[in-house]
């Protein structure tokens, strides 16, 4: 809870005192008009908070950022500095993410993802959303929430949101990662041997950040491959789960809501991690193509020329009409991965409408081809195309 929220609060209601005479007959009086002026204030929150940087004019995908007015250019962007940039930013954006395959001893299987999201501007607060999926029965549960403020508790050499059944937390390479929904929960610690990677397009100045164009820069870094214990309940049955989980954290002054993008986080079994990231701008215009190959400590940065992807199927969601590509083929030829990427489920899409008023597909892959593998897909941002597939019929 914001204890400054809270001591305001009751500072007021203490000097407040006995409610006057007749204020109830005012009320009563009255009562549309201030329920019709606080439904207007809502709406006007809601339009700032989440709506506010899709009415904007949006620059031409070609335009830089370095173009535009009072926007810096990479070269003027301070680098990585970790453990400080594990901590909450003072900036627009900013998420922690994590995503992974467990199992138990048994062999019984279950995936997730559980993000924490922080949006500054005019009115800070953040929003906490995951899944989880029993690949037995193939039943997806999901969970979400929203906050005024920042949960964070402030430590500057990791992080630590907090609120309600959700917990989000790391220090240098000791991370636990914790939520609990309607029938479900899961609680993990997890732990990391290996150096954390800064996602680099190749040929640009400072490893760890990315141009999104018109949309903004945004810092990237990943512990991809963290060992992970802990236990996993549904329908009031726990069970203890290990296995190697993903971790994303990305931020910076740039508005996801100008974007769609395709994000794959793969792990090889022969121990190599691939992240391959596919941004557009609402329109379909191409905004950047990279990617990042680890392995034994070896971290290459991929261009748009050193892979090749392409769609081979789709999905589309009964509510909203969404059709999601999520069926791929991803090749790396560098590095000989031809590689078929297929989701455990097609029916993974998150509505998150009561939250970030959007709705995306976020689930566990399996991989084929020349390696075998696990991993996760985003597929974020094609409502708009949708809505402009219904305007056009």
């Known amino acids: ?32 008009l201030v329920i019709t002026g606080w439904l207007l204030l809502t709406l006007v929150i809601g339009w700032v908070v989440f709506l506010r940087s899709d009415q904007a004019p949006t620059p031409s995908a070609a335009t830089r950022v370095s173009e535009l007015p009072n926007m810096p250019s990479s070269a003027t962007m301070p680098p990585v500095r970790l453990p400080a940039d594990d901590a909450a930013h003072d900036k627009l954006t900013e998420w922690w993410y994590y995503s992974g395959h467990l199992q138990t001893d048994s062999g019984e299987r279950y995936s997730f993802h559980v993000a924490s999201f922080l949006r500054g501007g005019t ?65 993990l610690q997890l732990a990391d041997s290996h150096s954390p990677v800064l996602h680099q397009v190749p040929n640009t100045p400072i490893a760890g950040l990315l141009d999104f164009g018109a949309a903004g820069m945004s810092y990237y870094t990943s512990r991809p491959r963290m060992t992970a214990n802990g236990s996993l309940t549904i329908g009031g049955t726990t069970k203890p789960v290990h296995g190697e989980v993903w971790f994303d954290h990305q931020w910076g002054d740039f508005e996801a809501a100008k974007l769609r993008w395709n994000w794959f986080a793969l792990q090889l079994a022969d121990g190599a991690d691939l992240m391959i990231f596919d941004l557009s701008d609402r329109r379909g215009s ?39 590509p999520v069926n791929w083929t991803i090749s790396v030829p560098g590095k000989g991965l031809q590689l078929q990427v297929d989701p455990v489920i097609r029916e993974s899409q998150f509505d998150a409408r009561t939250t970030t008023l959007n709705v995306y597909w976020e689930g566990a892959v399996k991989v084929s081809g020349s390696h075998d593998g696990v991993g996760f897909m985003e597929l974020s941002g094609y409502e708009a195309q949708a809505e402009e597939a219904r305007k056009r019929r």
């Open 286 to 324: 191409s905004v950047l193509r990279m990617g990042t190959y680890a392995k034994n400590g070896e971290v290459v940065a991929l261009g748009a020329t050193d892979f090749a992807m392409n769609a081979r199927g789709s999905w589309k969601s009964p509510a909203p009409a969404i059709a999601y």
């Open 123 to 187: 009115l800070l607060h953040a929003v906490f959303q995951g899944s989880l999926l029993d690949h037995q029965t193939e039943k997806l549960y999901t969970e979400q929430a929203r906050t005024a403020g920042n949960p964070s508790d402030g430590r500057r050499d990791g992080f630590n949101l907090t609120f309600g059944g959700w917990q989000l937390s790391g220090e240098g390479a000791q991370h636990r990662a914790r939520m609990s929904g309607k029938d479900f929960a899961l609680d």
């Open 1 to 32: 809870m914001n204890t400054g929220i809270a001591g305001t609060y009751q500072g007021r209601h203490h000097r407040r005192g006995k409610a006057r005479p007749g204020s109830s007959r005012w009320f009563r009086r009255y009562r549309w």
